[in-house]
């Protein structure tokens, strides 16, 4: 079995990062010589065969240090709440505290400088030959769901400093700055808010509020928790954290697939030119309730089978959408007081939903509220809540990160295929799994997805 990794543009940053890739793409083409002359020097690789290689020998392979990045991956998993080979890693958790530890003394190793934002977020910056230059940006996350592997955003932050590593040894010297980020918060287990660090980063001020009011399952507030971990320090205004504009040119992020298409296809390397643009619904009904034999059928209105049927009026819209794009999840249901003689009083279900078409994405939503509308009435309860908890919007990779991605891979001789990118800024694993122990890639595979994230960020800094 040969599991692979992808390089993906993350959609972490959708707004900004769009915007200025855009400056970057005018940027790279008026460079297009120096940009072949750095990618010869350096990927080893002539990129025509009549211009002469003059690099040293040093620079004409790329090496990645398979066997460190492999310890470092399994070093990390030890980091967890739950035995291995399971990995539980909760935000501001002591576990997560010591694997921040662990990468930022990894960074520390690599010659990076390293600060941390007001939430954590971690950067670690190697200043380019014109450090007034936007920074190339690349990372990931590492907390980790309960119960999940220890691929899933760790490769992005370990590779990412193997790339860094990479780069270095080859004897590269960039220009624009180079930075290894690595994420808050990018799974929503504790506070039920996923990628927080980079939503802040992209200047989110509603969350910024929200934050303020935040509490976990034990109602432990978010600032709390944070400050126990040693960020929040001063106070709850989190400007701080938001991203100057103009600080970044392009991000990048490597990521294991979290489906099973390049396993399938035999091929190395997924380059994502979109991510779909998930949303999530929280929905409420209530009805009398009763005593599950006291109550004739004729006399009921049953909150669950309210979520019952609701679920799979879900499940009929994103059907209709007629696209294999276009999915859509129940994966929380929760029936109130939960008792089996019980009439369910009330039902709690939440909805996630994604595609690569916003607008489609929208009508499958707006048909899920006429549905929740209409089983409300017909079974007599109450729709208490119909929340659009947040709704992304989808985000395109850039064509000129495309193309450096592409280039890359051709230079590398890896084989590559263009995709999308439906586990929002996440794209490879195996076989098809992430999210549980059994995800797994390969350290060839990953060391491939280093090599080609190298040569991508020495094309665009
Ligand atoms: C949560 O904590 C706040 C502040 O400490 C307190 O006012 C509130 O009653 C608590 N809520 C629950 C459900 O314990
Ligand atoms: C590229 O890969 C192909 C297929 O694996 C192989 O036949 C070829 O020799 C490789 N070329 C180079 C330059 O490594």
């Given at each position: 079995m040969t599991p692979f990794t992808s390089l993906s543009m993350a959609s972490k940053i959708p707004i900004i990062v769009s915007l200025l890739l855009l400056f970057f793409a005018t940027t790279i083409r008026s460079y297009e010589d120096p940009t072949k002359k750095t990618m010869e020097e350096f990927s080893g690789y002539p990129t025509t065969e009549t211009q002469s290689c003059n690099s040293d020998p040093q620079s004409s392979s790329l090496s990645v240090?398979?066997?460190?990045?492999?310890?470092?991956?399994?070093?990390?998993?030890?980091?967890?709440?739950?035995?291995?080979?399971?990995?539980?890693?909760?935000?501001?958790?002591?576990?997560?505290?010591?694997?921040?530890?662990?990468?930022?003394?990894l960074m520390g190793r690599s010659g990076l400088s390293v600060h941390e934002d007001a939430v954590g977020n971690i950067f670690g910056r190697w200043e380019g030959s014109e450090p007034e230059l936007p920074a190339v940006a690349t990372g990931s996350h590492i907390d980790a769901i309960p119960y999940s592997g220890k691929y899933d955003g760790v490769v992005g932050v370990l590779g990412a400093i193997e790339a860094i590593n990479v780069l270095r040894r080859s004897g590269f010297e960039p220009k624009r700055s180079l930075e290894v980020i690595l994420f808050t918060s990018e799974e929503p287990t504790r506070f039920g808010i996923s990628c927080l660090g980079s939503r802040l980063l992209a200047r989110s001020q509603a969350l910024s509020e929200a934050?303020?009011?935040?509490?976990?399952?034990?109602?432990?507030?978010?600032?709390?928790?944070?400050?126990?971990?040693?960020y929040a320090k001063d106070q709850e205004d989190l400007s701080s954290v938001f991203m100057k504009e103009g600080h970044y040119s392009a991000f990048l992020e490597l990521h294991i697939e979290q489906g099973p298409i390049l396993e399938e296809e035999g091929i190395s390397i997924g380059i994502v030119t979109a991510i779909a643009a998930p949303a999530s619904i929280k929905v409420d009904f209530e009805g009398n309730g009763g005593?599950?034999?006291?109550?004739?059928?004729?006399?009921?209105?049953?909150?669950?089978?309210?979520?019952?049927?609701?679920?799979?009026?879900?499940?009929?819209?994103?059907?209709?959408?007629?696209?294999?794009?276009?999915?859509?999840?129940?994966?929380?249901?929760?029936?109130?007081?939960?008792?089996?003689?019980?009439?369910?009083?009330?039902s709690h279900v939440e909805i996630d939903t994604r595609d690569i078409d916003e607008s489609r994405r929208d009508a499958v939503i707006e048909k899920v509220h006429l549905s929740a509308i209409a089983i409300a009435e017909k079974r007599k309860v109450e729709l208490s809540e119909f929340r659009i908890v947040n709704k992304d919007p989808p985000a395109l990779s850039d064509k000129s990160v495309i193309e450096a991605m592409q280039f890359a891979s051709q230079q590398l001789n890896l084989s590559h295929k263009f995709m999308i990118s439906r586990a929002y800024h996440d794209s490879c694993s195996w076989p098809g799994y992430s999210h549980k122990p059994e995800e797994y890639a390969s350290i060839e595979d990953i060391a491939n997805g280093v090599k080609v994230l190298a040569v991508t960020m020495g094309i665009n800094s």
């Open positions: 240090d398979s066997e460190s990045l492999q310890r470092q991956i399994d070093e990390l998993s030890t980091f967890s709440d739950t035995p291995a080979p399971s990995v539980t890693r909760i935000l501001y958790s002591e576990k997560d505290v010591l694997a921040r530890r662990f990468i930022k003394n934050l303020k009011k935040t509490v976990d399952g034990q109602n432990i507030s978010f600032f709390n928790a944070a400050r126990l971990a040693g005593h599950a034999g006291a109550v004739l059928m004729p006399y009921r209105n049953d909150a669950g089978l309210a979520a019952a049927e609701l679920a799979l009026a879900v499940e009929k819209h994103v059907l209709d959408s007629g696209s294999v794009d276009t999915v859509g999840t129940v994966g929380i249901m929760e029936l109130h007081p939960g008792a089996i003689n019980s009439i369910p009083s009330k």
